[in-house]
């Protein structure tokens, strides 16, 4: 039974990652990372850690893939010319990403960990539910906590630094600022604004 | 099911992820591969620390989400930016600091 769902969430999250990497609209790349995500969950309950697995469904799958389909959908999908900039890009790309898999795979398997072909020692009841990750945050892990706390606030702080309109904007672009322009006219807009008058 | 496999699959899911960076030219399936690098991570983290028998890696892999939240916070912040100021979004174009 294990096995079995073990080799069906292995499947939906290679599935949703090679769907990551191979749509061509953005949009449907954030469906494949929220797929490739819930089966990462089942993965994660299956390793017996419900707490990571009830955070990575509500924290990444709902929140954090709601930012991205927002901003898919303020900027646009699509425009990614199909042609390589490098030569053979594509072939030289997944060239080294085999080679790469080879090699993990091959320390991983090798490896002096003995405990790799183990299904790992029996645990408690209590084996990665909330109540035992919240002790461990809460008292041995409580600076780290409260650092990653003020990264969180930094981050949000920043993103809106960063997002927020300059006031110094030409009025010309603050009109042109509608949705459903492409970014070509807004180029083609922005070179005739840059450019002086003779 | 033995760790290893868990772990090989990381291994798999991390590859296919740093496919992606090496060959889209969208900053936004850019930044979304990184979200499969950061989780074929977690997933290992969480498969060492089911191996060892010890939570602590459990807390290991909250602490990368924390990360990978921020990481996307600023990546879309200057997504949006760089939409703004008209300039096109692709890293192929986006070269003005490559000296």
Known sequence: M???LFFIAALGALGGAIG???ARNPFYSVLALIAHLFSLAVLFLLLTSAFVAAAQVV???GAVMVLYVFVVAYVGGGGESAWDSIPGQRFLGMLLAVVLFVELSAAILSSALKALDTHGPEVSAGFGNPAAI???LLEKFLLPFEATSILLLL???GAVVLAARRREEPVLSATAGGAGVAPSEHSAKR???????? | MNIAWYVVLSALLFCTGAVGILIRRSPMVILLCLELMLNAGNLALVAFSRMVGNQQGQVFALVVMV???CEVVVGLGLIVAIFRRRLPLDVDD???LRG
């Open chain 2, 94 to 96: 986006l070269r003005e």
């Open chain 1, 155 to 157: 981050a949000a702080v």
């Open chain 2, 67 to 69: 990360i990978a939240a």
């Open chain 1, 191 to 198: 070179s005739e604004g840059v450019t002086p008058a003779p």
């Open chain 1, 59 to 61: 924290v990444y799958a």
């Open chain 1, 20 to 22: 990551v990497v191979a």
């Open chain 1, 134 to 136: 919240g002790r461990l």
């Open chain 1, 2 to 4: 294990e096995a079995v």
